[in-house]
């Protein structure tokens, strides 16, 4: 499986947005890029997934570079209900395994 | 919607107790995994179940951990003998299918001392 590697923490002002990376360089062409996050005290909810098209949803963007190796998430209007740890992880498209890393930190403040 | 259901929230035993947790899925969900948060590190799976078939328990320290899920809904993972570093969140997840979106429930915190 392609491994991901993130910054480990992250600030962001409220009302800004906020781009958080994630480097995947081993991505094979068959695998997707999952983002899913964690507020402290809950399970990991899923934001958006991509191959290699960006994507965007009502909860945030995912611009994809073009070789695939790398990520950004964007959440457009950061509120301080996003403090939370983001996971980047990479998803065989046959392959229902969600594999975690540490992921970033990112702290939203007033 | 009710989203996944998990209980206890908090458990506390000491070493070599035993333990077990429980996990409502949402409804109509085939697809069910557990999985373990020690303290700074993502979630890592255990073990899952398609209905009450296991699908992958790779993970699952077998000589200590079981899980089952008998009816294909609600499913139980037990720990016995406890150890201490078996403290962690405990965490249950559902999708419709085995590709799809995962929804996790609030876990279950045990702390063995």
């Known amino acids: 499986d392609a491994k991901t590697t993130q910054p480990t923490s992250m600030d962001c002002a409220e009302g800004r947005a906020a781009n958080l990376p994630c480097n995947h360089s081993?991505?094979?062409?068959?695998?997707?890029v999952y983002w899913y996050r964690q507020i402290h005290s809950q399970g990991p909810q899923y934001i958006i997934h991509g191959l290699k098209n960006n994507e965007t949803n009502e909860m945030a963007s995912l611009i994809i570079t073009e070789d695939r190796k790398s990520s950004t998430l964007i959440l457009p209007h950061a509120t301080l209900r996003d403090t939370a740890v983001y996971y980047c992880?990479?998803?065989?498209?046959?392959?229902?395994?969600?594999?975690f890393g540490t992921g970033t930190r990112l702290q939203v403040f007033p | 919607e009710a989203g996944v259901a998990q209980s206890p929230r908090y458990k506390i035993i000491e070493k070599r107790q035993s333990v077990a947790f429980w996990c409502n899925p949402i409804s109509g969900h085939a697809t069910l995994y557990w999985y373990q948060q020690i303290l700074g590190q993502g979630p890592k799976l255990l073990i899952q179940f398609q209905n009450n078939g296991v699908v992958d328990d790779s993970q699952l320290p077998k000589d200590r951990f079981s899980a089952e899920r008998l009816k294909g809904v609600d499913s139980t993972l037990k720990i016995q003998p406890a150890k201490l570093e078996d403290s962690a969140v405990y965490l249950c997840?559902?999708?419709?299918?085995?590709?799809?979106?995962?929804?996790f429930g609030p876990g279950t915190r045990l702390t063995v001392l």
């Open positions: 992880i990479v998803r065989p498209t046959l392959d229902d395994k969600l594999i």
């Open positions: 081993t991505i094979s062409g068959n695998e997707y």
């Open positions: 997840a559902s999708s419709s299918r085995s590709y799809n979106e995962q929804f």
